[in-house]
């Protein structure tokens, strides 16, 4: 297998990031999207990740396998030390470390901006999720129950964090 290789994300990955979350979309309840996203849709969510809040990709033999991102928590203020990670890895892909590889990158870019606290949000179900962000340091900070509703029946999100420093 040829090396993996982490960097920023450019607009031409978007094909490829697209197909990844789409996929998600249609198989897993990780994301509460109901519907497939489209191009357009996914640009203006691309553009959203500047400065402090990264969208990176993991990417091997040319093609985009991976993704990570550090969001906006809350739009109050108070909020601005705290950021949410969301991860994304190719179907193909699951079991090989890749994940490990893109929290680990993204956890030194939330120190390099000054987070405090990152977040993350595990629908109930995804063990290998949790078992990740638990081998991480993250650390289970409350359960939200049935609160979204996807493939015909409610799902928990269950709430890790990592403080930073």
Do not use: C
Request: no cysteine.
């Amino acid at each position: 297998m040829s090396e993996i290789t982490v960097r920023n994300a450019h607009l031409s990955d978007l094909p490829a990031l697209l197909a990844i979350y789409n996929h998600v979309v249609r198989t897993s309840a990780a994301t509460f999207d109901l519907e497939e996203q489209t191009l357009e849709q996914r640009e203006k969510w691309f553009h959203k990740f500047t400065g402090r809040y990264p969208l990176i990709v993991a990417e091997q033999d040319g093609a985009v396998i991976g993704y990570a991102t550090i969001s906006m928590f809350r739009e109050k203020q108070a909020y601005q030390q705290t950021g949410e990670s969301s991860i994304y890895i190719h179907h193909e892909h699951h079991g090989k470390g890749l994940g490990k590889l893109l929290m680990n990158e993204l956890i030194a870019l939330a120190r390099e901006n000054d987070f405090h606290v990152l977040i993350a949000g595990i629908t109930q179900g995804n063990d290998a999720s949790v078992q990740l962000h638990k081998r991480l340091g993250f650390e289970w900070a409350g359960t939200f129950r049935e609160v979204g509703y996807k493939f015909d029946q409610f799902q928990d999100v269950s709430f890790y964090q990592l403080i930073l420093k």
